[in-house]
Nanobody, 126 residues
């Protein structure tokens, strides 16, 4: 079992930055690939970024590539999402999630994530 709690969301102007954190409970955190998935009002959940269990590889959606960076600290049971050059279209609820798969293809599929946090709101004003 893995329990996830996100923090770091908020309101920021376009061009600004935010850093999201996700604290995980459970001894097996390092066995899961971790991802960030977002959901904007009226839209389906969208894969944003993921990192393999070791932290050695990551994957990003085309919409955030070059602006966002995912990282993890297995000693602290925490995964981060550094978001730079934020745009109004980045406005969404951001969820942290854990997946029992580890391939960079499988981590892009939201259905592969078995554990989810409650989400944190990110709002980017124009």
């Amino acid at each position: 079992q893995v329990q996830l709690v996100e923090s770091g969301g908020g309101l920021v102007q376009a061009g600004g930055s935010l850093r999201l954190s996700c604290a995980a409970s459970g001894r097996t955190f390092s066995r899961y690939a971790m991802g960030w998935i977002r959901q904007a009002p009226g839209k389906e959940r969208e894969f944003v970024a993921a990192i393999t269990w070791s932290g050695g590889n990551s994957r990003y959606s085309d919409s955030v590539k070059g602006r966002f960076a995912i990282s993890r600290d297995n000693a602290k049971n925490t995964v981060y999402l550094q978001m730079n050059s934020l745009q109004p279209e980045d406005t969404a609820i951001y969820y942290c999630a854990a997946a029992g798969v580890n391939s960079l293809v499988e981590v892009t599929t939201t259905q592969n994530y078995g554990y989810w946090g409650q989400g944190t709101q990110v709002t980017v004003s124009a």
